[in-house]
């Protein structure tokens, strides 16, 4: 069994920061890509920012130069620094994992954590 548990969402003003985290914890062999999706009312879900076991890290166009995804492979986490917030970023944020629970491709699972909201408003 694979838990991703989110923390750090909240409610802050325009232009404000906020730092999210995901960490990953369970039965797991090694982690590929671990990626920042949200998805905000009447909205489809939507891929954020991305970041592969090699460190390289791949971003929305609406938030190149303001957010900053980064990973500590020790620890099994995955960061979102946020930064400049708009109200049009308030979403809740979804972590998700491509991860292997064993070795070889048989074993390789897709996770979700359960979301946290960011609110941006005045």
């Known amino acids: 069994q694979v838990q991703l548990v989110e923390s750090g969402g ?3 003003q325009p232009g404000g920061s906020l730092r999210l985290s995901c960490a990953a914890s ?3 062999f090694s982690i590929n890509a ?6 905000a009312p009447g909205k489809e879900r939507e891929l954020v920012a991305a970041i592969t076991s090699g460190g390289t890290t791949n971003y929305a166009d609406s938030v190149k130069g303001r957010f900053t995804i980064s990973r500590d492979k020790a620890k099994k986490t995955v960061y979102l620094q946020m930064n400049s917030l708009k109200p049009e970023d308030t979403a809740v944020y ?4 491509d991860l292997f629970g064993a070795p070889g491709p048989a074993n390789e699972y897709d996770y979700w954590g359960q979301g946290t909201q960011v609110t941006v408003s005045s």
């Open 34 to 39: 671990m990626n920042w999706y949200r998805q």
């Open 10 to 12: 909240g409610s802050v």
């Open 94 to 97: 979804y972590c998700n994992a």
């Open 26 to 28: 369970g039965s797991i």
